[in-house]
Nanobody, 123 residues
Framework: QVQLIESGGGLVQAGGSLRLSCAAS????????MGWFRQAPGKQREMVAL???????NAVDSVKGRFTISRDGAKNTVYLQMNSLKPEDTAVYYC?????????????????WGQGTQVTVSS
């Protein structure tokens, strides 16, 4: 049984930082591409950042220079370090795993999803 369990969300003031974690089980973690997505109220789910099975990373322009995705194969965990947070970053953040190790920005390509963690940035 595949499980992706996110943690680390919360309430933070603008300019602050949070680190999200996603612990994976039931998958060949080091082979899968892993992604972080977010969904704000009334908006579509969007890709925030991804890391391929080979370790290559990509991020949406709005978070480049502020957010960093990384993975720890020994812990089967992927992280999203979020710095210089803005109110527009407020959303539910989801971790996802793609059995294709290349990875993609398209949410529908991902095979497994976590339950989500709320991030709220106050102004």
């Amino acid at each position: 049984q595949v499980q992706l369990i996110e943690s680390g969300g919360g309430l933070v003031q603008a300019g602050g930082s949070l680190r999200l974690s996603c612990a994976a089980s039931g998958i060949i973690f080091n082979f899968n591409a892993m992604g972080w997505f977010r969904q704000a109220p009334g908006k579509q789910r969007e890709m925030v950042a991804l890391v391929s099975g080979g370790g290559a990373t990509n991020a949406v322009d709005s978070v480049k220079g502020r957010f960093t995705i990384s993975r720890d194969g020994a812990k089967n965990t992927v992280y999203l370090q979020m710095n210089s947070l803005k109110p527009e970053d407020t959303a539910v953040y989801y971790c996802a795993a793609d059995r294709n190790p290349i990875g993609t920005i398209d949410a529908y390509e991902y095979d497994y999803w976590g339950q989500g963690t709320q991030v709220t940035v106050s102004s």
